[in-house]
């Protein structure tokens, strides 16, 4: 059973602080790592995609990739209000190109 | 650039009824992705086509739901009958294909409701 694993939360922040989000896999073979936001009511919104081991950043996103731990995570520095959503992990695995979604963890960032 | 557009937005039926949703897809995006997203849940993939071929359906309940892509352009979804627990947000996405590092893009979602 492929999976993809993320904590539901509510995970609590307050504003300006690190959040740091993390999702682990189950398929050691897996290539490609996308974070996607969620807000309620709303379609998920792509924010990151990763492909190699270590850090890519993007403004006040940072995911980070670790292959032989198989996990994925993404902090974001200097957390708004606006960044309280679902963040869900979407891992790309295995010849069929199948995209296995975690179920998301929900992040609260609190004035 | 349009993105993922997807109709109707919102679609209230009574059970054993039958439904359809639309999507079309962003310009030159030859992936076309189907998922059912449940409250609380990721989206389950329900059907993929790279254009028109359906090259992942495993998860699509082919019992009462069908899919179809001509052209390799826009695709329908359809229930037939629905039931009760069909409701759920249906979500269409694409990309420009599908091979591992191609980033997929949501349209605005098909709030279905069965009563």
């Known amino acids: 059973q492929k999976e993809v694993e993320q904590n539901s939360g509510p995970l609590s922040v307050p504003e300006g602080a690190i959040a740091s989000l993390n999702c682990t896999y189950s398929?050691?073979?897996?290539?490609?790592f996308f974070w996607y936001r969620q807000y309620s009511g709303k379609s998920p919104e792509l924010i990151m995609s990763?492909?190699s081991n270590g850090d890519k950043e993007d403004g006040r996103f940072t995911a980070q990739l670790n292959k032989a731990s198989q996990y994925v995570s993404l902090l974001i520095r200097d957390s708004q209000p606006s960044d309280s959503a679902t963040y869900l992990c979407?891992?790309?695995?295995?010849?069929?190109?199948?995209?296995?979604w975690g179920a998301g963890t929900k992040l609260i960032i609190k004035p | 650039e349009a993105g993922v557009v997807q109709s109707p937005r919102y679609k209230i039926i009574e059970k054993k009824q039958p439904v359809a949703f639309w999507c079309n897809p962003i310009?030159?995006?030859?992936?076309l992705y189907w998922y059912r997203q449940n409250l609380g849940q990721g989206p389950e993939l329900l059907i993929r086509?790279?254009?028109?071929?359906?090259?992942?359906d495993s998860q699509l309940p082919k019992d009462r739901f069908s899919a179809e892509r001509l052209k390799g352009v826009d695709s329908t979804l359809k229930i037939q009958p629905a039931e009760l627990g069909d409701s759920a947000v249906y979500l269409c996405?694409?990309?420009?294909?599908?091979?591992?590092?191609?980033?997929?893009?949501f349209g605005q979602g098909t709030r279905l409701t069965v009563v």
């Open positions: 996405a694409s990309s420009l294909s599908g091979l591992m590092n191609t980033e997929a893009f």
């Open positions: 310009s030159g995006h030859n992936t």
């Open positions: 086509y790279e254009n028109e071929e359906a090259v992942d």
């Open positions: 398929d050691r073979g897996s290539q490609s």
């Open positions: 990763i492909y």
């Open positions: 979407a891992v790309n695995m295995d010849s069929n190109y199948q995209l296995i």
